[in-house]
């Protein structure tokens, strides 16, 4: 079974929760189901929702052989795969590979401007880098570290 054909009830199913759906992958007989919502969930709303999709699944799907469902958040670093995707992240730094006319692939890597369901523009430096969507091989937001002080480096006050 392939990925689109759960979109529309996983999605239907995870609107009716207060939730959105992120994105659903097959790896091997491991079917990922990534969810999110404002605010994030936590992984008791996991759990919960978990069983639900199981029962939706097993009830109105039909999927040959056993298979294991992986139900998380898409975490700090997510996929883009769909143009909903790509306009989420609009204003996150991403890097994107897409595949050249020659064949060979290039990345950028810089502030994602703006998407629509064709396209996306990605600012790297002064530039802006217009990317056909059908011509991405991968593309991922990045998480950016915030660097405080290194421990025993802090200024200590002197006490009298």
Do not use: H
């Given at each position: 079974?392939?990925?689109?054909?759960?979109?529309?009830?996983?999605?239907?199913?995870l609107?009716?929760?207060g939730?959105r759906?992120?994105d659903?992958e097959?790896?091997?007989?491991v079917?990922?189901?990534?969810?999110?919502?404002a605010?994030?969930?936590?992984v008791?709303?996991?759990?919960?929702?978990?069983?639900?999709?199981?029962?939706?699944?097993?009830?109105e799907?039909?999927?040959?052989?056993?298979?294991?469902?992986?139900?998380?958040?898409?975490?700090?670093?997510?996929k883009?795969?769909?143009p909903?995707q790509f306009?989420a992240?609009?204003?996150?730094?991403?890097?994107?590979?897409?595949?050249?006319?020659?064949?060979?692939?290039?990345?950028v890597?810089?502030?994602?401007?703006?998407a629509?369901?064709?396209?996306?523009?990605?600012?790297e430096?002064?530039?802006?880098v217009t990317i056909?969507l059908?011509e991405?091989?991968?593309?991922?937001?990045v998480?950016?570290w915030?660097r405080?002080?290194?421990?025993?480096k802090q200024r200590?006050?002197?006490?009298?």
């Open positions: 079974m392939n990925e689109t054909a759960l979109w529309d009830p996983l999605e239907r199913y609107s009716a929760e939730l759906l992120d659903v097959w790896s091997g007989r079917l990922r189901v990534l969810i999110d919502a605010g994030g969930v936590d008791g709303r996991i759990s919960d929702v978990t069983s639900g999709i199981s029962r939706l699944l097993d009830g799907i039909d999927i040959d052989g056993p298979y294991t469902l992986e139900v998380s958040s898409p975490g700090l670093e997510r883009l795969r769909r909903g306009r992240s609009i204003g996150r730094e991403i890097v994107v590979t897409s595949r050249l006319e020659s064949g060979e692939t290039a990345s890597r810089g502030t994602l401007q703006d629509d369901d064709s396209v996306c523009v990605v600012a430096g002064e530039r802006a056909p059908s991405i091989v991968s593309a991922k937001t998480f950016q915030e405080g002080a290194k421990p025993g200590k006050e002197a006490t009298r």
